[in-house]
């Protein structure tokens, strides 16, 4: 069996893309289906897989940045990249040891791809440096991601009170079963809104992802560091608690 794992941030088509590999590589073990780049990030360093499926364009990590955090996480893997954009970086993709899909995924386009990948992982390993280069010629060719207006300010609650915040002035925010936590210097409040939901609105340039649950604000770091187990630690600013960071996004810190 051959482990693989799937990011792909649109319900309809994840699941198709799951039917069609079931019939295109029967020996093809689905390990982790992700809806975002940072759950895809945490299964490929759980995991270990031989292939990835990895969307360009999802909330808070992309597929590339994903790719890119390869070398340290699962440098065994493969990658596939799905994408909408035909009309760019297709030579890129050509020249590369990476394969692609387009979306709506064709299925013989499936076959070739399944093909390609099956031989690479029986002749040789990933080659780091390969993707990297064209990691870095496809962030110069894509076009930006279409992104709202980055979130201003929010409502969240504090007891009976309704409170209104400036997302500049939150420390960071933190996932609790269906809401979101924001913390703040001044203290915690509730948000009616999954963390995974915020990754569209909030600044990148200021809001990073550092564990599947917890986004700061890179505003309010004081340091990063790591503790005697080896695992990475957020200290902050204007909070006297610190964060763990999952170790598959240490490698994303070290790229900044």
Not at 3 to 11: F, M, N
Not at 61 to 82: C, D, K, N, Q, Y
Not at 167 to 191: I, P, R
Request: negative net charge.
């Amino acid at each position: 069996m051959v482990d693989c794992v799937i990011a792909e941030d649109e319900l309809l088509l994840r699941d198709a893309l799951v039917g069609q590999l079931a019939g295109a590589w029967p020996e093809l073990r689905i390990v982790a289906a992700c809806d975002d780049g940072g759950s895809a990030l945490e299964a490929l360093a759980a995991h270990q897989p031989q292939v990835a499926f990895l969307d360009i364009r999802m909330p808070g990590l992309s597929g590339l940045e994903v790719a890119g955090a390869l070398a340290e996480v699962s440098p065994r893997t493969e990658v596939v990249f799905v994408t909408a954009y035909d009309q760019y970086a297709i030579d890129a993709f050509e020249r590369g040891a990476v394969d692609y899909l387009l979306k709506p995924v064709a299925a013989a386009r499936l076959a070739a791809t399944v093909q390609r990948v099956k031989a690479r992982l029986a002749s040789a390993t990933p080659d780091p440096g390969m993707l990297a280069a064209l990691l870095r010629q496809l962030g110069r060719e894509l076009p930006p991601p279409a992104r709202p207006e980055p979130l201003v300010w929010l409502t969240a609650s504090a007891g009976t009170e309704t409170r209104l915040i400036m997302v500049e002035d939150v420390a960071y925010f933190q996932a609790d079963s269906k809401y979101t936590v924001v913390m703040t210097a001044q203290g915690e409040a509730l948000l009616r809104k999954p963390i995974r939901e915020l990754l569209d609105v909030l600044d990148p340039a200021m809001f990073r992802q550092i564990h599947r649950s917890t986004i700061v604000n890179l505003k309010a770091i004081a340091s990063v560091a790591r503790d005697e187990t080896g695992r990475g630690l957020v200290r902050l600013r204007t909070r006297p608690e610190t964060l763990a960071v999952s170790q598959p996004f240490m490698a994303l810190f070290r790229a900044m």
